[in-house]
């Protein structure tokens, strides 16, 4: 019978399911440096992660007993993946869970930049009773979403979720993805009708120069995607929004174009150095911050923890 362990937690829904197929499971939550001894010792098969837990070779070498890793979400990189199915090990994930829930964030973080909500709700508590009209004047020049272009880099399932949004709002949408050269976006509205647009990928540069607003949702990078070169070519009065991975932007020279008025706000989900992000990026007062929540809704997670179960039961 396989034994799971779903070190960083799982959904009731996730739990019922396994159960419910005979497949014990445990969620205790176990330090990385005494990972590989309680696999061995309590005969773990199904190890499930979310972004705490690394699966590294180390550890893959030191448990002959482990047959399956599974990743309640969308990026592996923290496991190695290709080294682990090379040995045997079924890897998992669930990439389609989680999109809606990242691309709400995103639109959160842009709907709170264009009316300073970001501003406006650190500063409320601290000068509400006493500067209510200075506030007022200074948060008075919003923009609204609808009407604007918005810059989608990376264009697979979340970057799709995200354009839908988009499309609701009104806005035009752009995109860029070199492995998607033409792309369909599908709307679903509540009385049963279905809207489709067609979409063709936009050079970089373009998307970067002609955007109101840039989102990005690509996987875990070795160099960045937006770096001070890139951020020179977008509009000084565009957000930049990053609810992809910690890494795919220059967080110094961001917050140098931030400085300098070259760009009008950004808002981060993940940071380069989690879970200790620069105090630097903490503190500035143009950036909107969230604690890598972007799939951390309970919609999100039931689907997460049901196809994960899914996966595990097929695997018999």
């Known amino acids: 019978m396989k034994k799971v362990l779903a070190n960083d937690g799982i959904s009731q829904s996730g739990i019922d399911a396994l159960k419910a197929a005979g497949i014990e499971i445990s969620t205790t939550n176990v330090a990385q440096e005494q990972l590989i001894n309680y696999i061995n010792q309590h005969d773990i098969s199904v190890l499930l992660v979310r972004s705490a837990t690394t699966a590294r070779k180390e550890l893959i070498d030191a448990c002959p007993g ?7 979400g969308v990026g592996m990189d923290n496991i190695d993946v290709a080294y682990a199915r090379e040995k045997g090990l079924h890897v ?3 990439p389609a869970a989680s999109s809606h829930s990242v691309a709400e964030l995103v639109f959160a973080h842009l709907f709170g930049c264009v009316r300073f909500l970001h501003q406006a709700n650190r500063n409320m508590p601290l000068e509400g009773d006493s500067n209510f009209k200075g506030l007022k004047k200074d948060y008075a ?7 604007k272009t918005l810059g989608i880099i990376g264009f697979g399932r979340i970057g799709k979720a995200v354009a839908r949004i988009a499309v609701g709002c009104g806005m ?3 995109y860029h ?6 792309a369909t976006i599908e709307l679903s509205f509540f009385d049963g009708q279905e ?12 998307v970067l120069a002609q955007s109101d607003f840039v989102t990005l949702h690509v996987p875990a990078q070795d160099q960045y995607i937006i770096g001070k070169d890139q951020l020179s070519k977008m509009k000084s009065t565009a957000g930049l929004v990053n609810a992809a991975r910690g890494g795919v932007i220059d ?4 917050l140098a174009a931030l400085d300098a008025k070259e760009l009008a706000f950004a808002a981060l989900d993940v940071f380069e150095n989690e879970p200790t992000p620069a105090v630097q990026v ?14 951390a809704t309970q919609e999100a997670q039931d689907r997460i923890g049901t196809e994960l179960a899914a996966q595990i039961i097929a695997l018999d």
């Open 177 to 182: 993805d070199q492995y998607v050269p033409e």
């Open 251 to 254: 967080e110094p020279a961001l």
């Open 92 to 94: 998992i994930n669930t």
């Open 66 to 72: 482990l047959k399956v890793i599974g990743r309640g």
């Open 282 to 295: 903490l503190m500035h007062e143009k950036l909107s911050l969230s604690p890598h929540i972007g799939a």
């Open 195 to 206: 809207v489709t647009f067609g979409l063709a990928s936009t050079a970089f540069d373009d």
């Open 141 to 147: 020049k919003g923009v609204e979403l609808k009407g």
């Open 172 to 174: 035009k949408v752009i």
